[in-house]
């Protein structure tokens, strides 16, 4: 593969079930981050991680938790969804030793919770 | 507190020229970032400013204005797969991107 992937690519959820969105990129980049994009809102984070082994909270992180035990996987958990999760889910990375730089997209995964 | 504000949407016709401004403020300043959405489709890097001026990048230029906080993005000679979002996005001391909702542009023949 040959960049940021994204699985599944749409999901149809029951309220109160676990899912789990998987990201994985082959770029080594040390910096991944979740992002939702909701109509008219724009991209908002939910949690980062600037490299292998941490990870922080976002703009929205209430409902979602994240782990990042290596460089190329950035799992992104709904331990109990709720309605107000529908949204497209974007996992992105960049390499961004020593500041800001270009982020690098998945495909995004939209999720519907009903 | 941190925002981005930018126009809503736009309507240009091709083969013209269209401007899409950005204002942003946010807790300390760490460049300002372009990007190109297409409708149901993941956000494109376009350019990245740093420093007060204009970069040029074929028929797209990205202008900075660091002082009044603004930036916009120009492109020329439109082309109807313009069609398409674009996201303005500031680098903030924490080096994490503030978005803005997005502008989206329509192009008519």
């Known amino acids: 593969i040959a960049g940021i992937t994204q699985a599944p690519t749409s999901q149809i959820l029951a309220a109160g079930r676990r899912m789990t969105l998987r990201c994985t990129q082959d770029?080594?980049?040390?910096?991944m981050y979740w992002y939702r994009q909701d109509l008219g809102l724009g991209l908002r984070l939910i949690h980062y991680?600037?490299?292998?082994?941490?990870?922080g909270k976002g703009e929205v992180p209430d409902g979602y938790s994240v782990s990042r035990a290596n460089t190329d996987d950035f799992p992104l958990t709904l331990a109990s969804a709720v309605p107000s999760q529908t949204s497209v889910y974007f996992c992105a990375s960049s390499d961004s030793a020593g500041g800001p730089s270009e982020q690098f997209f998945g495909p995004g995964t939209r999720l519907t919770v009903l | 507190g941190q925002n981005i504000d930018q126009p809503t949407e736009m309507t240009a016709t091709e083969g013209a020229i269209v401007q899409i401004n950005c204002t942003y403020q946010t807790s300390g300043f760490n460049g300002l970032f372009w990007y190109q959405q297409h409708a149901g489709e993941a956000p494109t890097f376009l350019s990245y400013n740093v420093l007060d001026g204009l970069e040029e990048k074929g028929r797209f230029s990205s202008f900075l204005s660091r002082s009044k906080g603004y930036s916009y993005l120009l492109l020329k000679e439109l082309q109807m797969k313009d069609s398409a979002s674009y996201l303005c996005?500031?680098?903030?001391?924490?080096?994490?991107?503030?978005w803005g909702a997005g502008t989206k542009l329509i192009i008519k023949p």
């Open positions: 991680s600037n490299t292998a082994g941490t990870t």
């Open positions: 996005a500031a680098g903030d001391s924490n080096y994490q991107l503030i």
């Open positions: 770029m080594r980049h040390n910096a």
